[in-house]
């Protein structure tokens, strides 16, 4: 079966009322016959659920349904993605490891990266995303683990799987891919040779802003640390979100094709507009990393960005002046977004540390939602017009 037909088709068993779509199993733990199903099932000798925080119904779909469309061996849902990359570094790192991350990282994975690790004795060297060739100088006898995101979260940058693949094959190196711009529907890592993908399910997954979540997927060993190590932690996906993200896997395959054809579009209908400059979307000939995007992702997917000539003030006239899009921290929903992200998700940064990733006062990110395209367009030009 072709993943994307198991993601709509991977259920839960029906229960004696034989439900076509799976119910919501909103229960903390599970009953046992007598008192040897019980030691067996906390002996690991079943795959009987035990109790939420390990194991629910729901939560199982909704792994199993991702694990599918990444070709992954095993996964485990989590609350978040934040928490899906924390159990993953947790679970697998110790002190006296290194690690070594994509410079353009979403900004809480940078502060778990220069607050949190460094306390536990776990080190790591930042390395530029559009020039991989140079990570290989920067692996010390001690490098453990790749973490990396592509295409990165605010600018876009396209890291090229096949040269990372490689190298962490050659170094016997962890690779793990927070593969949440793209989604499994555009890119699956593993086939790259990841060993690991994590997921913010909260964007393009739920697709609709309405739950958080996250997943780990990848090889089951791997999986089995991360497991041990959420089950006695205690991220555990809610049963609720679990529901609602399985259901919304099940429309991944046609919602991302809506909005990467969206963005192809505003993206070529605003590139070369007077007031902004660099606009980057990854299926855009101009985008640096183009032939390495067409290469490793089906589609670009929902995200372009651009810089506003006019800077800061501009930046504020210009999403003051939105009528359509919305103001908000999310990304990946049907309802289009622009955020600046100087002044919110990379806040937390330094100047100098903005620089280094290329975030400008004037950087704009839009995430394209499933609106008619002519109304983002007319929004954005009107907004343009008015900074
Ligand atoms: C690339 C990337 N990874 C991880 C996260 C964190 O996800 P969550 O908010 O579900 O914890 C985000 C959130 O914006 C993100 O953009």
Redesign the pocket.
């Known amino acids: 079966m072709h993943p994307t037909t198991k993601a709509i088709r991977t259920q839960t068993p029906r229960t004696a009322e034989g439900e076509h779509s799976t119910p919501l199993f909103l229960t903390s733990s599970f009953c046992f016959e007598d008192a040897e199903a019980m030691r067996g099932a906390f002996a690991d000798e079943t795959d009987d659920n035990i109790y939420s925080r390990f194991s629910n119904p729901n939560t199982q779909e909704f792994t199993d349904k991702l694990v599918a469309l990444e070709g992954a061996e095993a996964g485990y849902a989590t609350a978040?993605?934040?928490?899906a990359?924390f159990a993953s570094f947790m679970a697998l790192l110790k002190s006296g490891d290194h690690l070594l991350c994509c410079r353009s990282v979403?900004g809480?994975?940078h502060t778990i990266l220069s607050k949190y690790l460094p306390k536990y004795g776990i080190a790591y060297t930042y390395v530029d995303a559009e020039t991989p060739e140079t990570w290989e100088a920067a692996i010390r006898p001690n490098t453990k683990m790749v973490f990396l995101?592509t295409p990165t979260?605010p600018g876009l940058e396209v890291i090229d799987l096949a040269v990372i693949g490689d190298l962490c094959r050659r170094h016997h190196l962890l690779l793990n891919i927070?593969n949440?711009?793209a989604t499994p529907i555009l890119q699956q890592p593993i086939a790259y040779g990841a060993h690991l993908v994590?997921h913010?399910?909260?964007?393009w997954i739920d697709g609709q802003g309405r739950v958080?979540?996250?997943a780990v997927v990848g090889r089951a060993d791997l999986i089995q640390e991360i497991y041990l190590f959420c089950r006695s932690s205690g991220p555990a996906l809610s049963p609720f979100n679990a529901w609602v993200l399985s259901k919304s896997l099940e429309t991944l395959d046609v919602r991302m094709e809506r909005h990467s054809a969206n963005a192809l579009f505003l993206a070529q209908a605003l590139e070369g507009h007077p007031k902004i400059n660099g606009l980057k979307y990854p299926h855009l000939p101009s985008h640096p990393q183009y032939a390495i995007a067409k290469a490793q992702m089906q589609s670009g997917g929902g995200i372009f960005c651009f810089e506003l000539n006019g800077g800061l003030d501009a930046g504020r006239r210009f999403l003051d002046a939105l009528q359509l899009l919305s103001l908000t921290a999310?990304?990946g929903d049907t309802r289009s977004i622009a955020s600046h992200p100087a002044s919110t998700?990379h806040a937390k940064l330094s100047e100098a540390e903005r620089a280094a990733v290329r975030i400008t006062p004037g950087l704009i990110r839009i995430s394209v939602g499933l609106e008619h395209r002519d109304d983002i367009l007319a929004d954005l030009l009107q907004a343009l017009d008015a900074c």
Do not use: W
């Open positions: 978040s993605g934040m928490s990359i979403f809480s994975t995101e979260n927070d949440c711009f994590t913010s399910a909260t964007k958080l979540g996250g999310n990304l998700t």
